[in-house]
C-alpha cells in the first residue's frame, strides 16, 4: 500500500534513513529539512516518490508551508513522522528559562503545531498514523539531559492523549522510543551556558557517552530503526509508546522495576503514616 509520509529532520541520521526506507518501499515522502538542498541527493534517486521542503520546525510558516506542499505534490498527509529534534545538555540549575523554552519549542510544541496541522487533513479522509520520535529520555531521567527529559516527557503525554481522542476518526497514534542509535545527536549536543562545577562528577559520563554516539559500534544503526518504522505503520495494532533497538527493551524492564519499587515504597509511606492527633480525634467521634 503506498502511503503519503511528511518527515521532518531528515538532514542526516534517522529521519534520513526514514525518508530512503520508505521511497524504497514504494511510498511519496516530503523530505525536510532547514537546508533542503542537504536532500538534493535523496530527490534524485528517487525523482518520483521524493520532494523536498525547507522547514525550520519552530517557524510557524514553514510548518503550514510544508503541509501545504504535501498537498499540492500527494494530495494528503497518511502519515507524520516528528523527528526533527536537537538537545541541550545541562543540569536543572544550570538551565536557564531562555535555553529550556528552546527545548520545550523544538520537542513539543512544533510536533504539537505539526500534529494540529495535518489532523483535519486526516480527519476528513478517516486515516492517518502521527510518529512522534520520542526516546528513552521520555521515561527516565539521565542527569545533564534535564531540559531534554522535560521536552520528551511532555511529547509522550501529548502523544497518549491524542491517541485518546484521534482513535474515533481512524487516526492512530505512536511515540517510538530509540535505545542507542549511532547518529549526530550527540556531537551536536549544546551545553548550558551557566557551568556550576558541583554537577560536574555527576554528569560527566553521560556527557562522554552521549559525545561519541556516531562512532560507537555497538549502537543500532539507522536503517534499523528505519525498518521498525515501516513495520509500525503496516501493522494492523500497535501500542502508543513503542521501544526501538533491543537495548531499549532492555533499559525499560529496568526503568519498570525501578517504578514498581518506588511505588511499594510510596505505598507503605502512605499506609504506615500515624494519624495527626487532631484526626484521630475527629475520627473517634465519628465512629
Not at 247 to 276: G, K, M, N, Q, S
Amino acid at each position: 500500500m503506498t502511503r503519503r509520509w511528511l518527515v521532518t529532520g531528515c538532514s542526516s541520521g534517522l529521519g534520513r534513513a526514514v525518508v530512503e526506507a520508505a521511497a524504497r518501499a514504494g511510498n511519496l515522502v516530503v523530505a525536510t529539512a532547514r537546508r533542503p538542498a542537504v536532500l538534493e541527493e535523496l530527490a534524485a534517486r528517487f525523482p518520483d516518490r521524493v520532494t523536498t521542503a525547507a522547514l525550520d520546525v519552530c517557524d510557524p510558516a514553514q510548518c503550514e508551508a510544508a503541509v501545504e506542499h504535501a498537498v499540492d505534490c500527494f494530495g494528503g498527509v497518511d502519515v507524520l513522522v516528528n523527528n526533527a529534534g536537537a538537545g541541550l545538555f545541562g543540569a536543572v540549575e544550570e538551565v536557564t528559562d531562555d535555553e529550556l523554552r528552546a527545548q520545550l519549542e523544538i520537542l513539543t510544541v512544533a510536533p504539537w503545531r505539526l500534529a494540529r496541522l495535518v489532523l483535519p487533513l486526516m480527519r476528513a479522509q478517516g486515516s492517518g498514523h502521527i510518529v512522534n520520535v520520542s526516546s528513552l529520555a521520555g521515561r527516565t531521567g539521565f542527569p545533564g539531559l534535564s531540559a531534554y527529559v522535560a521536552g520528551k516527557y511532555a511529547l509522550e503525554g501529548m502523544s497518549q492523549v491524542l491517541a485518546a481522542e484521534a482513535a474515533p476518526f481512524g487516526i492512530r497514534v505512536s511515540a517510538v522510543e530509540p535505545g542507542g542509535f549511532a547518529t549526530r545527536y550527540g556531537a551536536a549536543l549544546a551545553e548550558a551556558v551557566t557551568r556550576i562545577p558541583a554537577y560536574e562528577g555527576i554528569t560527566r559520563d553521560m556527557r562522554s557517552g552521549l559525545r561519541d554516539m556516531e562512532d560507537n559500534p555497538a549502537l543500532g544503526r539507522p536503517e534499523e530503526f528505519a525498518a521498525l518504522l515501516l513495520r509500525l505503520v503496516a501493522a494492523d495494532s500497535v501500542p502508543v509508546r513503542v521501544p526501538v533497538g533491543a537495548d531499549a527493551f532492555a533499559f525499560l524492564e529496568l526503568v519498570e522495576e525501578a517504578a514498581r519499587r518506588e511505588l511499594e515504597t510510596a505505598r507503605t509511606l502512605a499506609t504506615d503514616a500515624p494519624e495527626p492527633p487532631e484526626t484521630a480525634a475527629v475520627t473517634g467521634l465519628v465512629r
